[in-house]
């Protein structure tokens, strides 16, 4: 899966946002805040003690039952009003401030804006061969699992065809039940994107993986999966 959703998403990192035409001098910085969300609109959300909306028209990467890519009329069937984690660009233009919402975190659901895969990323790593990362099962999902190691979180992308050792061709919701919260997991893969420390606490993982020409192998149950 060198060219997979993660790459789509990286690609999709063009998306520019808008926040009106340009009328003077404009300061611009990254907020990240614990808010209460009092409602949810067709193009945003409106949080306590902010004045006006938070606005979030445009593509999100969503990471909930799973991984995807999609508007925020879709993106925002996942939020409801309650406490959440935000992180808002504040464009400050002349006697006014319009905030953009470009990230944020409510319970065990994620959105972030394709565009802060870049910005977030501390590193990149790739290999024609393979990098190995080990961990701790904590989630799952339709595309998706989270692994764990020393307190830092992986967020692996695993969907498509796999080759299951025994079995023959399989997807991961044929074979995701096999691999239980609590396993000891090693991946074999080709990207490693690490993110910064400061974002990682509101998208809840630490680096994300993808790429995988070589094996998942989960070490507490013998189950073996190579790509298709």
Not at 50 to 75: I, P, Y
Request: with cysteine; hydrophobic share 50%; proline share 1%.
């Amino acid at each position: 899966m060198a060219i997979g959703l993660l790459a789509v998403l990286l690609a999709a990192a063009a998306v520019s946002i808008v926040v009106g035409s340009p009328t003077g001098r404009a300061d611009a910085r990254l907020e990240v805040f614990n808010a209460t969300i009092t409602s949810v609109t067709s193009t945003g959300i409106v949080v306590e003690g902010v004045e006006g909306e938070l606005v979030a028209r445009g593509r999100w990467v969503v990471v909930a039952d799973v991984v995807k890519l999609c508007n925020w009329s879709v993106a925002s069937s996942y939020v409801g009003e309650g406490a959440a984690l935000v992180a808002a660009v504040a464009v400050r233009r002349d006697n006014s401030t319009t905030y953009v919402l470009v990230a944020l975190r409510q319970g065990d659901v994620a959105l972030l804006r394709p565009l802060l895969l870049r910005r977030a990323a501390l590193a990149h790593r790739h290999t024609r061969i393979y990098m190995s990362v080990k961990g701790v099962l904590t989630s799952k999902g339709g595309n998706y699992m989270v692994l764990e190691r020393g307190g830092r979180r992986v967020l692996a992308v695993v969907r498509g065809e796999w080759i299951k050792a025994g079995a023959g061709t399989v997807t991961w919701s044929d074979i995701q039940g096999e691999f239980r919260v609590g396993d000891e997991v090693r991946i074999f893969c080709h990207h490693v994107l690490l993110v910064r420390p400061r974002l990682s606490r509101i998208l809840g993982f630490n680096a994300i993986v993808w790429g995988y020409s070589g094996a998942i192998i989960d070490l507490s149950s013998g189950t073996t999966l190579s790509r298709a």
